[in-house]
């Protein structure tokens, strides 16, 4: 029997916030390589320059409309640096609430909306499941998509509460930040929380966080699953049901690296315990496949522009990166606008799994195992961060003592100077790297969680991460791209944030 070669292209991908093109090559059925593509060039970093040392806390949040508290955070830990305040220890209960509600908002719109909405499509028709994720899932009409719709817009509320709007505030300044809140406020939001956590418990998980805690293995987790009907049929038993019926716990896998930059400083006197020691909840780290996790270092991250349309040094660390644009059109090398960044060489995936995986979850670490991270691992992960986050949160927003207002603390003029700011973003790893002088911005550089998966393969020829992971998706048709779909959007995509409008 001869076998079948062929290219397809996927341009747009739908769901998308940016312009993504994936190319394909299918042998017998099986994707066997591919290329990613950002279509949109943009160029913040372009626009930063010759402005205001603090016009990246206002410039820098219009990025994305989704993620823009986390790009405001990013922004304001590097001028922290720049200026060496040390940020009072409720404005950073503030910064870090601010910031967590929008990995809760992100977590659930991104299963419910755009995830697991590919359940609905027809070529689920004959899963035992379909008539089910027809009823909670069909865009707009859906049980849960309405739900999510509703309980993340009312969760938002919180960084509205706390920051003046939601997106694209700019409350957060170097030595902290300028919002005042006032005990009812703070009590509104603590109300906001408790509404959210009893629909998340009661409607998603099925359960407690405390005993979705005491889940440690993929034993337990099987043994979860049919304890009770709340756990089997509402949506975390559902999703795992279809997931598994689907094969989602086979496609995927990629390089099998991670990455965390670190995330949510610790105040000194606070009763939240990191999830795996140090100064942050969430741990920082690099772990290569099948390797214990070491210790980061900024110093060891650079982008590499041989495949990407740009002009400028060939490989980097972002202190000394340039974004200048160049694209002929006739040169098969370079793909895309995002670059590809590598963390001491490697590629690296990023984002919840990352996360947990980093910080030792027992649960993650078994699942993930040898066989390294997989689709179903990557969502699940997304869809249960929230419970990691949700007591960190009513904790810190406790703590908070709006009657002694200590929220700023004067800092030296912005003059000259460079520093980074590190976070992990709805998304995962997120930098800012910034050089001031004369007051004004001479270096502007960042790199979004999505630049790391939409990498494009580096001078070596090594493929990014969401390159790597569709290697080995069986496809039934080329035109039924489901598979291929679950895989890039397992990544939670945003292209805009990736693909660096220049200023003319």
């Known amino acids: 029997m001869s076998s079948q070669r062929k290219s397809i292209q996927i341009y747009p ?14 042998h017998d059925g099986v994707v066997t390589d591919a290329w990613s593509a950002g279509t949109m060039y943009r160029g913040f970093e372009n626009i930063l320059k010759g402005r205001g040392a603090l016009d990246g806390l206002v410039i820098t949040p219009r990025i994305c409309g989704i993620c823009s508290t986390a790009h405001l ?16 220890e409720d404005a950073m209960r503030i910064r870090n609430a601010t910031l967590m509600v929008e990995m809760l908002q992100n977590d659930i719109r991104q299963s419910c909306l755009l995830f697991m909405s590919d359940f609905s499509r027809v070529v689920y028709q004959h899963h035992s499941l379909y008539a089910e994720a027809i009823q909670r899932y069909t865009a707009l009409t859906g049980t849960v998509f309405r739900q999510a719709l509703h309980w993340t817009k009312k969760i938002l509320e919180i960084v509205a509460i706390l920051g003046g709007q939601w997106p694209h505030s700019s409350f957060m300044v170097p030595g902290g930040v300028v919002s005042l809140p006032s005990s009812n406020e703070i009590m509104q939001c603590r109300y906001l929380l408790n509404s959210f956590r009893t629909w998340y ?42 997931a598994k019926e689907a094969r989602l716990d086979e496609i ?23 999830l795996a020691g140090g100064n942050t909840l969430i741990p920082a780290g690099f772990m290569a496949h099948g390797q214990a996790c070491a210790p980061f ?23 000394e990166g340039a ?5 002929t059109g006739s040169e098969s090398e370079k793909y895309s606008w995002a670059k590809a960044p590598r963390y001491a060489g490697h590629p690296a995936e990023t984002g919840p799994l990352a996360e947990l995986m980093i910080a030792g979850n027992p649960l993650f670490t078994d699942l993930v195992g040898p066989k390294g991270p997989t689709v179903f691992s990557r969502q699940l992960a997304r869809l249960l961060r929230p419970a990691v986050l949700m007591p960190a949160l009513e904790q810190w927003l406790k703590e908070i003592r709006p009657q002694e207002k200590h929220f700023f603390k004067q800092y030296e003029r912005l003059e000259t100077g460079e520093g980074h700011g590190l976070i992990q973003a709805p998304r995962g790893a997120l930098g800012h790297w910034v050089k001031i002088q004369d007051s004004k911005i001479a270096q502007y550089q960042i790199i979004t969680p999505s630049t790391w998966h939409a990498s494009p393969r580096d001078k070596a020829g090594i493929r990014g991460p969401w390159e790597q992971a569709l290697i080995g998706t069986a496809m039934g048709h080329p035109e039924d791209t489901v598979k291929v779909d679950h895989v890039l959007r397992s990544f939670d995509p945003c292209l805009v944030c990736t693909v660096h409008t220049v200023q003319l």
């Open 13 to 26: 991908l739908n769901r998308v916030e940016g312009d993504l093109k994936i190319r394909l090559e299918i």
């Open 73 to 88: 955070k990013a922004a304001a830990k590097a001028l922290d640096m720049i200026s060496r305040v040390k940020v009072p």
């Open 201 to 242: 418990e009661t409607e998603f998980l099925g359960c407690s966080l405390e005993r979705w805690a005491e889940i440690k293995s993929l034993d337990h987790l099987e043994t979860w699953l049919t304890e009770k009907p709340t756990h089997t049929h509402k949506e975390m038993g559902f999703f795992i049901r279809f």
């Open 252 to 274: 995927g896998r990629g390089h099998g690296h991670f990455l965390s930059f670190g995330g949510l400083d610790l105040p000194a006197d606070t009763a939240v315990r990191p």
């Open 297 to 319: 270092s900024q110093a060891e991250i650079s982008e590499d522009i041989t495949h990407a349309w740009f002009n400028s040094q060939p490989t980097a660390h972002p202190y």
């Open 323 to 327: 974004t200048h644009p160049y694209a």
